[in-house]
T-cell receptor, first 112, second 116 residues
Framework: AQSVAQPEDQVNVAEGNPLTVKCTYS??????LFWYVQYPNRGLQFLLK??????LVKGSYGFEAEFNKSQTSFHLKKPSALVSDSALYFC??????????FGGGTRVLVKP | GAGVSQSPRYKVAKRGQDVALRCDPI?????LFWYQQALGQGPEFLTY????????KSGLPSDRFFAERPEGSVSTLKIQRTQQEDSAVYLC??????????????FGEGSRLTVL
């Protein structure tokens, strides 16, 4: 069975500092990997995806993620965090079928 | 509308009541998904429609849960004889392609169900 793990419940970072949100996955076959963000009282929003190709994927709002097959990781990164990046972030994976498997989420708090 | 719309946003039900949750996907979107999100957890897949066909219902937790999309647009998730463990946020998402591997699912804000 496929699974996605986000080992940190919360990440605190000062505004302007780099932000990293960790994700590891366990799927059979080639994974399709995604990051979504959930702002308060808003629906989940797509940030970026890895399907194939370049291991470094760029997405919305200055976010990027690096696919590492040997470490089965897909960490989300942003070089300089903003207070407005404070939200709940979910990593997700798709293998066979039409369903996404989500991690438990990581709350990001960016302090001014 | 411009996005996925879900109603009601909040529903309080007494244990044993039936509830119906509605999802209006983005116009023209072929694929529609229902997810259940318990407090403090990530969304968990319930069921998937392509147009009016329910292609995957493997995530429905029991036969008390039923989903339909009779005309390939609006969908309803029905929960019969609600139990306390059904308390969660129910998320609907749609996609304009035949599957989520194209990447972008558009989610509604969810329907929060509380069963007393």
């Amino acid at each position: 069975a496929q699974s996605v793990a986000q080992p940190e419940d919360q990440v605190n970072v000062a505004e302007g500092n780099p932000l990293t949100v960790k994700c590891t996955y366990s799927v059979s076959g080639n994974p399709y990997l995604f990051w979504y963000v959930q702002y308060p009282n808003r629906g989940l929003q797509f940030l970026l995806k890895y399907i194939t190709g370049d291991n470094l994927v760029k997405g919305s709002y200055g976010f990027e993620a690096e696919f590492n097959k040997s470490q089965t990781s897909f960490h989300l990164k942003k070089p300089s965090a903003l207070v407005s990046d404070s939200a709940l972030y979910f990593c997700a994976a798709k293998a066979a079928g039409n369903k996404l498997t989500f991690g438990g989420g990581t709350r990001v708090l960016v302090k001014p | 509308g411009a996005g996925v719309s879900q109603s009601p946003r909040y529903k309080v039900a007494k244990r044993g009541q039936d509830v119906a949750l509605r999802c209006d996907p983005i116009s023209g979107h072929v694929s529609l998904f229902w997810y259940q999100q318990a407090l403090g957890q990530g969304p968990e897949f319930l069921t998937y429609f392509q147009n009016e066909a329910q292609l995957d219902k493997s995530g429905l937790p029991s036969d008390r849960f039923f989903a339909e999309r009779p005309e390939g647009s609006v969908s309803t998730l029905k929960i019969q004889r609600t139990q306390q463990e059904d308390s969660a946020v129910y998320l609907c998402a749609s996609s304009d392609r035949g599957g989520p591997w194209t990447g972008e699912l558009f989610f509604g804000e969810g329907s929060r169900l509380t069963v007393l």
